[in-house]
DNA sequence: GCTTGACCCTCACGTTACGTGAGGCCGTAC
DNA sequence: GTACGGCCTCACGTAACGTGAGGGTCAAGC
């Protein structure tokens, strides 16, 4: 098992990115090499598989943020990781097929031989995996319901109310936890059960074991984190935990 | 034939790009759709097929600034352009055949069943065929050769002998095209020698052929052209002239 | 004709992911 | 000690949009 250790330029050589690159991701902490005593980064196995996957992700289309909140997954497990990506690589690939038979096309249509709708010509440059995972992650989320225009049959003031109630709750939610009761207090429960209610109500159909899984994304999710917490800090876990205890 | 007019919205769902993109490119002169009284764009075919040939040129990592010099070639072949795409795409898609075989790989060593050089790991993550068609271009030029450092073995004196050389002849370039001379003149030919073996003696052998080569795209490349003609407008075109003289 | 809602426009600030250059330190060979 | 390639941090700038504001347009329904 070689351990080797390789300086910023020769990582960037190897694996065809800049050093100002590498300077990046170290910024981000998406890949921190170690350090000597001058300051000079030293690249060793860990630093160096951290940056494959970081690669990999980014050559998926994944933004630096969601590369690292990935990788940072206390439950990070890297073999997983790699079969997903593959998987994604292998959507790629196929998408990449389907591009090249566009432009055998386009080719014939140009000679003549055969004619494209706009359709035809210009499928396949959707997104790549990122779009598809976020609609995956997001499929259960207010957000995504959002995107999809679920609220398009609501009035005005039917978007109103729903937004005010989820700020009601939200505030109740601080509240109670302000107060010092505990996470799976009855009231934390019976707030839980409102706040299911509420999305079951105003944007799509809300099981208890959804919610749970909900819950679990408000914690392992920085962006519903941050949602919450900017509330009263700290809440996203105490919603989360109030609403497993709801649903158990 | 349909002559079918879309919407921007329209286009923006089927491309699977955002309306603000469709507005940048617009912005850019890539993509420039009719407009009605309203001032709403209308996207007709030719915009389709201008906006197709855009999005492969993005696919394959072109920055925009250079897909809209390719395509605003006077000579502007659709045909050779999509053959040429077509070759892109074709080594893109090889190329994440190479990192799946990585990934492959990786998986097999997070099992215990091989090992991976930091080389095999980082592999592939090159740039895309952007990168490839650059060397390509500028292969053959001075700029090229700066960035292969060929002038790792001169001294500093060297250095600036050979810029000062460089700014010389381009300052007589402009001198000689002031005072009215036509490109093919025996100053002008003379000249363009004199650049050749500058090129030949600081940079790389330069036969008249390939000097001849260079002179093309000192008119044909913006980069190129930008160079020259901030000594005195007009200038590559005068230069490319005095050089195909030279060949003669 | 009026209302409504989806879609369009321009404008402009902001974000992401680096690119680039300045000024200076470090490591190695001569 | 000198020279040179490589390293560091700092910081301004770029490319390619994303996002929101404010308001006009279009088409369907009443």
């Not at 940072?72 to 591009?99: C, H, M, N, T, W």
Request: aromatic share 8%; proline share 3%.
């Amino acid at each position: 098992m070689s351990d080797m250790e390789y300086s910023i330029g020769e990582v960037a050589k190897i694996a065809g990115v800049s050093v100002r690159t590498l300077h990046h991701y170290d910024e981000k902490g998406l890949v921190v090499p170690q350090r000597s005593a001058t300051g000079y980064r030293h690249y060793d196995s860990a630093a160096i598989d951290m940056l494959q996957q970081v690669l990999f992700f980014r050559e998926l289309g994944f933004p630096l943020a969601d590369i690292g909140e990935i990788l940072a997954q206390p439950d990070f497990d890297r073999i997983g990781v790699l079969r997903r990506q593959r998987e994604y690589l292998v959507g790629k690939s196929a998408r990449l097929s389907q591009l090249i038979d566009t432009i055998d096309r386009a080719i014939e249509e140009t000679q003549g031989e055969r004619t494209m709708s706009a359709d035809e010509k210009l499928k396949g440059f959707d997104q790549g995996p990122h779009a598809a995972e976020a609609k995956e992650r997001w499929g259960d989320t207010e957000a995504y319901a959002h995107s999809q225009k679920r609220l398009s049959g609501y009035s005005k003031e039917d978007v109103e109310a729903a937004k005010q109630e989820a700020e009601d709750i939200a505030a109740r939610f601080g509240e109670l936890m302000r107060s010092g009761a505990s996470s799976d207090s009855p009231q934390a429960v019976q707030l839980a059960e409102a706040h299911r209610l509420h999305i079951d109500r105003w944007w799509y159909p809300c099981s208890k074991q959804m919610h749970a899984n909900l819950g679990d994304l408000y914690v392992q999710d920085q962006r519903f984190t941050d949602y919450w917490d900017k509330h009263e800090p700290g809440l996203a876990r105490f919603v989360s935990e109030a609403i497993t205890a709801n649903a158990a």
